[in-house]
């Protein structure tokens, strides 16, 4: 048995002979079979013994000349459909739209725009380069890869984007990727999450005032789905959306995560207009220890008190302290490390690619798509500035006063936010290090929007 | 629904939503504090007084290392694409 | 290109730009597609133009005001659900049945209990945890995880949970981390696996008891179902429920789980009371060293002879010794890490998961969970007793004589009862480690409850 | 809490103690449950005061005794399923055939040879032991793994082998582990990977040929999926047959793999017998060394050009390129590890699984199989053999020879095809180093058979 | 199906169903013999008899570097943290 | 389709498959060049040409420390058995 790998000519020949064996077998099996024929062709089936019959089984196969080759071979190449393709296609409000070729490619360098923006260091790449990928793969003309059933794209989909399976595994993996002991030692810094949902809830009012534009027709659904950005919780975009508006899905999550990932050069020149030298001299004190016992409690915590106050935010909350549980409980390395690497992977890249694989003409190229962007940037200045301004009016009442600085992170975007507050305090007071003070509004923002999510659905309809 | 509605609306949801979500994050400040107090109460919170030198400590090696750490990792990244 | 970090600005306002083109472009599309609308309100669409007109999309959603939110809000938190709330369910028999709040909330209470058990060190955490999270996420009310057909727990389910796929992924994650050498050292002591199965088998007449109470009405194959948690194997355990009682299917999966992280407690005083000290004592020949070869041939033998004479307990056997047979070869440690590793943490936290979502009311709360509580209890206890007794008569037989306290570790429940052998025996005689002798019966006891199910599924139907 | 795992016993004591509350509660909603009852049988429902009553749910369940339990044991045994089943089965064509007991002994034979191949070292075992533990799988007489829709093949080969999921995913994944900096260092070894595509194109004429003899019939569909075995491409080759003849898939799959497997027994022969020993001689330049920023590049351009001029092999080449820009561009080095590791182990396992699962008598005992072996044969020796004769052509006209021991390297199966070039070059001259060289015709010729793939599927439709 | 029916068929079915468990491991234990006797009849146990001191070997040296493990599985660890 | 057809449609589409084989890839290495061209002309691959020396160095260092990685492995792996 050892010797096999010495004489591996033997080997195939044995095996030849092997199938040959089986070949006489199997031949029983199909003349038995040949018997139950249908109906048979006039010129009989083809064989050396009847050259001129037809081969069996290939009725409906086209035949190919040297013209219709070059014809067929030409009109499927992508420059030929970019220029003359035109499919009837639905949008998502049911009517029908003529998709052209040259849509088609337009959202195709859409697709490496977003490419480009994820490959430069610090854009969220782990999330936009699959995103783009997905939404060129789905703009190929005769790919076919965003079809039904079959599809690559469409596959995934169907698995997990449509629905709520790959945004709470997602959950999952932040979860027991997330360490809330900056929020547990200073648990009033959890305030600044909360204000930040400023930004989630005022930029109802500026999508509402695009519907004074011919053209855009937000109903209220909708303007949840498009104000969530200012949560910059791509899981949460992502499941709003596609309870709410599953049509916006794709646009929300691209703007979510680009602004996630613009996050450096949107807050700072909020954050120093919004506040004065002295007070982003502001020097915090150190953050006490805090205990394994605290950390394990807090996710059950906070899970049990969103069953007992607003269940409808408990999936997304349930799921994000499930895996912090798992992360704090120790017992349990192996899930713990299985939920932050192998299956958050895993699940970023089909998500990323099923939110990418809905970027195609007729659900983004419309007024929505425009107004979503502008509206994504309003909402994380608001949710910056809101925060800012919440940590001020704090300050009046707290003998220790809060840097306002930190206040910009309760946006959530973990851990940017908190590295671009770190960042500007850098700038003021070389010394001071703000990160691990900044660390508790942005964990606290994913909580605060998942509640501010949970009131939606309560609002909505899940 | 129209816009003067939808801006009616959208009052309202702010309006009443941000007193859910600070609610619930105050409920929850209240509740750490409670079960922070409860823990230190029990002498449970034991491992965080006494690890705070010992955290500090392993920090400090941990940084030391980190030559030793990127060295060891790209060796095990090595081994990992030999033993494909 | 590379500068791009350097200017993040920039960056932005290029891609603003784009994509402002790209909204020049989308608006004809869309001006085409206005033209094709259907029926207008009579007040017409709201715009700049028409500030009064109706907000296309918007005729179907709900109106809010302070009062009716309030309202709202409050009668979707948890609270009120568990004092207020009473839903039509059905019961897996097809009854109709009112569930209660309460009824969910004592649920949850439940899962918190489970999760309690499994956090504790070595209570099965690994399954506990997840089934105890499961348990408390399909009972939130308004949560909606586990409804039809987009709920993030039914997903689950349908995945892999109600069929035999998490199951059998298990069992090869099993058999590649098994290592049956000391059976293939040893073989006699499979026959003490074998023993363990009249707790399978044996607890059929306690459940066929049960039925003398009112309220009770096991058949056989609910019996079997039950009966099968006495082999001490949580997929197989699953696997048989699926096949033929899906509806008890979370209640044996969590009581086999918990009695094998009971098993430190079940078996010692049964097994001090059926052994003398001086059987306790007896020292064991060390196991001889086992060829590479006999560890490749093993696997492959076993599932042979499983196709051969019980072709039903072939999945089992079959996915068990895939497993092994991957570990053992050598040549596809790729493919035998991950099956140990990610495959095996993934499909856990899932199958977890999946089991947990069954926990609910209309499923558990009922006088056959009472009793499967207590019968797999029985099961334990009858197995632990059977394996010594078998060990005894053996004795009567055999030269080398085998210390008893091995033959509990028949129950299977790798590797903890051949840990509980190891401890009793070092009670005894502190220089007597039994553990490498209890793990040739532990692993035969997987062997033997996969043939008992094979039998099931074989006179039952699969 | 943490007194618990000294006190285990009271734990249970607890947990029982609670499990009774439990069951005190849900007897009453069981016993509101109970009044909704329908027909009661004459002889009431068993219980304590009804002993001869029938047991609720009792109505449907077989009885056995211990003749009818001894006979059907027997009659569900392998050895008697062997030698007297008979089941009628459809064939891919829609035939009615009649598979005998020993056609699914053979197949579980054919089985175990091919995991005997693939555990043999060197012999693609990461595909061909899943592959045949599939085979076996699926012919367990009353084992159901193939069947719908519970079965644990079913659900693998409907997730993702009978459409396009699972040979993308591999695709991804092996552009993650394949360096392109061989090919990008010396371009024109590209047009060796083209020229061995004369193995895929040029075995049409043989299963043409095929035809003549009777009980052969393949049409164009079949011939094309069976000739790209030539591309030595195992994902690429289960994608063409998946659209284009998902019968013959399994067959022509596991060819595929097993003549990938058998490259050094295959290619030196034809090596040798092509060229002069001077020719094996031609020592040739160091490659240059490629930049970041050109292996960069090159995924994308050849995905570009992909969608611009073939898009039909768009899926292939960009999924391919995908993983590679993962790989190369660095900023994502988690995504690029899970794609080459623990996502491409888990869908390699699946995928072969799924393979094997197509391997029933009624699919594979036929004329066609015997057949495919002998025409991938075929194709492998002419992709060679073409390979050389190209490279001496294009010698006639470079200033820097070629040496064409590379050029049988373009059949792709990478990186053993480039190993075989490297180790006959050696034998002529032991200073010789032909591998990086020949690495570049062989990552050419995967983007080869990927084009010409495109190309059927223009042709015959996706 | 009345009470003591099942019972009756309760016992068919532990007497059958032990039965074929131990005769299929009764079985299995047969063949183990016979393959363990072939194997060592063809020398190919030789892996094993030389393997004994060796392997004693190789466990003595993991267990005494189980601190280096511990380290080095400390440092990957830190290190995939940091990869992030 | 008979089977003289047949031969014919094979013909049809060899010769006009591997033309379209052959075109792409020679597109493709055309299109390499430029490319190559382009990069060098923009000085891109500066990391290239300086990385010669160091990347061969990088190689020796891997090649001498086989035994250390090895060794890390299998400390690695042993680690990962113990954990679980
Ligand atoms: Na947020
Ligand atoms: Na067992
Ligand atoms: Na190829």
Request: with cysteine; glycine share 10%.
């Amino acid at each position: 048995m050892l010797n096999m790998n010495k004489n591996p000519k033997r080997v195939t020949l044995i095996v030849l002979a092997m199938i040959t064996v089986a070949f006489v077998f199997s031949f029983m099996g199909t003349v038995l079979a040949q018997t139950t024929d249908t109906t048979v062709p006039a010129q009989g089936y083809a064989s050396g013994i009847n050259p001129d019959g037809i081969i069996k089984g290939s009725e409906n196969i086209p035949r190919i000349s040297i013209a219709s080759f070059a014809k067929n071979i030409l009109e499927t190449t992508g420059i030929y459909a970019f220029f003359v393709d035109a499919k009837v296609k639905a949008t998502p409000a049911g009517e029908t739209i003529t998709v052209f070729g040259w849509q088609e490619l337009l959202m195709i360098i859409v697709g490496f725009v977003i490419i480009y923006l994820g490959a430069a260091k610090g854009f969220e790449p782990l999330l936009l380069i699959p995103i783009g990928f997905g939404t060129v793969f789905v703009n190929i003309p005769f790919g076919g890869m965003g079809d039904a059933p079959h599809g690559f794209l469409n596959i995934i989909y169907e698995a997990g984007v449509g629905n709520e399976f790959f945004p709470l595994i997602i959950f999952m993996g932040i979860g027991a990727l997330t360490d809330f002991g900056p929020l547990i030692a200073n648990p009033k810094t959890a305030l600044l999450g909360a204000a930040a949902q400023f930004g989630v809830f005022g930029t109802l009012f500026g999508i509402t005032a695009f519907n004074f534009i011919p053209g855009f027709n937000f109903n209220m659904k909708e303007a949840c789905s498009v104000a969530i950005i200012g949560g910059a919780d791509g899981p949460t975009t992502i499941y709003i959306a596609a309870k709410l508006a599953p049509h916006l899905l794709a646009t929300v999550a691209v703007a979510a995560y680009s602004y996630m990932a613009l996050v450096p050069v949107i807050q700072p020149p909020i954050m120093r207009a919004l506040t004065t030298p002295a007070e982003r001299k502001i020097k915090m004190k150190q953050l006490r220890h805090v205990s394994k016992v605290e950390k394990m409690l807090f996710p059950l915590s906070v899970f049990v008190l969103s069953i007992l106050l607003i269940p409808s935010a408990s999936p997304l909350i349930g799921c994000l302290m499930f895996g912090n549980f798992i992360r704090e409980i120790g017992v349990v390395e192996r899930l713990s490390k299985t939920m932050q690497n192998e299956l958050l992977n895993i699940v970023s890249i089909f998500l990323s690619l099923g939110v990418g694989s809905q970027m195609t003409p007729e659900k983004f190229l419309n007024p929505a798509s425009l107004s979503i962007v502008f509206m994504g940037l309003l909402a994380f200045a608001i949710a910056t500035a809101s925060g800012i301004i919440v940590a001020k009016i704090m300050n009046l009442f707290l003998k220790e006063k809060i840097n306002p600085l930190i206040a910009s992170a309760g946006v959530s975007a973990v851990p940017m936010a908190a590295r671009v507050s770190n960042k500007v305090g850098l700038e003021e007071d070389p010394s001071n290090f703000l990160i691990m003070h900044a660390m508790g509004p942005n964990v606290a923002g994913v909580i605060g929007t998942a509640i501010a999510a949970g009131v939606m659905i309560a609002v909505y309809g899940g | 629904m129209t816009i003067i509605e939808m801006f009616e609306q959208s009052g309202v949801l702010t309006l009443l939503g941000m007193g859910v979500v600070f609610g619930f994050l105050i409920i929850l400040v209240l509740f750490m504090d409670l079960v922070a107090k409860i823990i230190h109460a029990l002498g449970w919170d034991k491992d965080a007084q006494e690890g705070q030198s010992v955290q500090s400590g392993s920090v400090t090696a941990a940084t030391g290392n980190s030559a030793v750490v990127a060295a060891i990792g790209a060796a095990v990244n090595e081994y990992r694409k030999t033993d494909k």
